[in-house]
């Protein structure tokens, strides 16, 4: 089991500096003290695999404060603890299910998860918000939600065409943590640090590995670059996730990049609303509102993920005049038919989120299982596009290995295929090769 060795990006549960420190550190606290610490995880009955929440009834949805499941999950491992704890996204942090011991004791493990767990060689660190456990199929190893935080063995096979980094982000970064791929848009890795880690992440090289921090030095070159540069209009922080940051680092960050007069937009790209909905706070919300135009790309994945507690959380943001867009990574088992994606646009759109971009999942090594052929991707946009909304219908794109950008997949820019490879020309004509025959 690979834990994460220095999980020092979150500001969770301490007083955070209002102006950053060089070289400043901010460990999540201890969980085993102060007022919000963990209560041991008791002993319980395994429960059956819940139900797809999915099916519930959205008006119903709108006004209750939880599902079925949550209750059910907080009842039986969290019996005393009160709302306002649980409600607590430093409590929900602090109190992340991290280890073997913990996930065995809420979930039926399979051989698979069991194996990859024990190993300490673990790609990626094992992290599940309790909110976001409760929403995980205790017996059944194959539901979505579930595959996509709990660990398998097939992480650990690297196919062909995989790559650590297949995007080609650190051969375009000027500064740690600073991507400049087009010429008018920086990406700045703000932390390494997520409350959920997603399996499948295309940054699992550096997520959790404790390698980028959020401290002022650092940043503040980044911030200098990005002032020296008056092409770049448009500045999207990610990591990791940002808002897991506390919010007074966080406005450090959002006020300094608005000083720059050339800097048009500000986006953020977070899967909080997902994993960790009790972090979009009435305070943090009114922060983020004095620094627009702000925009939000959210990582919604399937429609299960869209809980009245999501849905609150979305609907503070969008109140707050927050443009919201769902990047969605297409995976295999996960939601990679008409029915679940049509669910999931559907949902988005009730939460005022539209469905931005459909991803073709990056060849991150060890990624097979979670990688469908692009004509996967294809048939979904066939069986959306005059099915729904146009509002709906998501961008289909591959992110090109190589560096080259996203290429929205269609029949003008799929020139054909090289044996297991897919031929993409990207929005300079220039042709990328997608392999495309991992998984089928
Ligand atoms: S939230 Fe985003 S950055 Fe974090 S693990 Fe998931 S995909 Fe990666």
């Given at each position: ?16 500096p ?11 606290p ?8 963990a ?14 929440l ?7 949805e ?15 491992f ?22 073997l ?52 063995v ?32 920086v ?10 880690y997603?399996?499948?992440?295309t ?6 590995r ?5 401290s002022?030095?650092?940043l ?7 002032r ?29 990049l ?34 627009h135009?702000?925009w ?43 029915a ?6 559907h949902?988005l ?14 060849p ?21 596009r ?8 998501p ?25 297991e ?20």
């Amino acid at each position: 089991m690979h834990l994460e060795t220095r999980p020092k990006a979150a500001t969770c549960g301490k007083v955070v500096p209002t102006v950053l420190q060089a070289g400043d550190e901010d460990d999540p606290p201890d969980a085993t003290t102060g007022p919000t610490a963990a209560k041991p995880v008791r002993p319980a009955p395994i429960p059956q695999s819940f139900p797809s929440l999915h099916v519930v009834r959205p008006s119903r949805e709108k006004t209750a404060r939880t599902t079925a499941q949550t209750r059910q999950f907080r009842n039986r491992f969290y019996p005393a603890l009160p709302d306002k704890i649980w409600n607590d996204w430093r409590w929900q942090v602090q109190n992340r299910i991290r280890s073997l011991t913990q996930l065995e004791k809420m979930l039926n493990l399979s051989a698979d998860e069991r194996f990859a767990l024990a190993d300490s060689a673990s790609r990626l660190p094992v992290g599940i918000t309790p909110y976001y456990m409760s929403l995980i199929s205790a017996g059944d190893s194959s539901q979505p939600l579930r595959r996509t935080v709990v660990p398998t063995v097939f992480e650990f096979v690297t196919g062909p065409g995989e790559a650590d980094d297949p995007l080609g982000e650190e051969e375009q970064s000027p500064l740690p943590g600073l991507v400049h791929r087009y010429p008018d848009r920086v990406l700045l890795l703000v932390l390494d640090f997520c409350s959920t880690y997603c399996r499948y992440c295309t940054r699992s090289r550096v997520v959790g590995r404790g390698s980028i921090f959020p401290s002022r030095g650092r940043l503040e070159k980044a911030i200098d670059y990005i002032r020296s540069r008056p092409e770049i209009r448009d500045v999207l922080l990610s990591g990791g996730d940002p808002l897991t940051l506390g919010d007074d680092r966080l406005e450090w960050i959002l006020s300094r990049l608005r000083q720059i007069p050339h800097v048009e937009v500000i986006r953020i790209g977070t899967k909080v609303p997902a994993v960790l909905p009790q972090r979009i706070t009435p305070k943090l919300v009114r922060m983020l509102r004095k620094y627009h135009p702000l925009w939000m790309s959210l990582h919604f994945t399937h429609p299960d993920e869209c809980t009245p507690e999501a849905f609150r959380a979305c609907t503070a943001l969008a109140d707050a005049g927050i443009p919201l867009g769902s990047q969605t990574v297409l995976l295999k088992g996960i939601n990679d038919s008409v029915a679940v994606m049509k669910s999931l646009v559907h949902r988005l759109m009730q939460m005022r989120v539209r469905p931005y971009y459909l991803y073709q999942c990056d060849p991150i090594s060890g990624s097979a299982h979670f990688r469908t052929p692009v004509e996967a991707g294809l048939a979904i946009l066939r069986g959306l596009r005059g099915f729904t909304s146009g509002y709906a219908v998501p961008t289909y794109v591959v992110d090109s290995p190589g560096g080259g950008g996203k290429i929205p997949v269609s029949p003008e820019t799929v020139l054909g295929r090289d044996g297991e490879d897919l031929l993409l020309k990207n929005h300079h004509g220039n042709c990328f090769r997608y392999p495309d025959g991992a998984a089928d």
